[in-house]
C-alpha cells in the first residue's frame, strides 16, 4: 500500500479527497494528522504552478509522496474572477460567506447565461520534492452562479454554484451525488488512472 500525504488545511477537500480517492492501493495521510504546515505563500500565475509548489512543500516536510490541489471559481463575466484569489476574494482573513457576498454583489448587473462560471481543480502529484515529473490532472465543473445562496451542504462557493441540469446547488445536493460530478471528482479520476499507470510501470522495473 502507497501512503501518500495530501497537502491541504481544508477539512471539507481532504474528506472528499480521501473518499475518492482512499482505495487498497493508496492511503490518503492529512497534513493535520502528519503536523504539516500548509501555510507555504502561493507565488504561482496559474492552479497548476501553485499545486506544484504546494506538492513540493509538503513532500519536503513529510518526506513522501504528496498530493497537492489548487483549485477556483472562474467567472467569464468577470474575465475570470475570483479565479487563483477565490479563496481570499474579499480579503484573507474573510469567510467563505463574505466572499459569496462580494461576489453576489460584484454580479448584480447580470442575468441569465451572463453568470456562466465554471469550478476548476488541478491535483498535483509528487514522487518526492525533487521530483522534475509531476503527474497532473484537471477537472472542470460548469455551471451558474444564482443570486442567492441555496443549500446547506459542501463549502466555499458550492451554496450558489448552480448545475442547471440538476437543478441544484452543489450545496444542496449529497455529498454522494456532488462526487460524480465535481471538478475535484473529475480530477480525483484522472489522477487515479495515472498513478496506477505510474505505479504499474515501476513495478515493473523492479521486477
Known sequence: MHKILFYSGNPG????LQEKLQTSEYTLISAKDKHINTGIE??????????????????????????ADDSGLIVDCLNG??????????GKQK???????KLLKVMQPYS???????????LVY??????P?????????QGLILDQARGDHGFGYDPVFYIPELRQTLAEMPLE??????????????????????YRINQSKKT
Request: with cysteine.
Open 13 to 16: 477537500k481532504t474528506r472528499e
Open 42 to 67: 502561493e507565488t504561482g500565475t496559474t492552479f497548476i504552478e501553485n499545486a506544484i509548489i504546494k506538492a513540493r512543500d509538503g513532500a519536503n516536510q513529510a518526506k513522501m509522496p504528496c498530493i
Open 133 to 141: 515529473n509531476p503527474i497532473i490532472a484537471e477537472g472542470i465543473c
Open 126 to 131: 509528487l514522487r518526492n520534492e525533487m521530483d
Open 112 to 122: 441569465g447565461l451572463q453568470r456562466s462560471a465554471r469550478f476548476y481543480c488541478c
Open 177 to 198: 451525488t456532488k462526487q460524480t460530478i465535481s471538478h475535484r471528482a473529475s480530477a480525483v479520476e484522472i489522477l487515479k488512472n495515472k498513478l496506477r499507470e505510474a
Open 95 to 101: 469567510s467563505s460567506s463574505d466572499h459569496i457576498q
Open 81 to 90: 474572477e475570483p479565479g487563483l484569489y477565490s479563496s481570499e476574494y474579499a
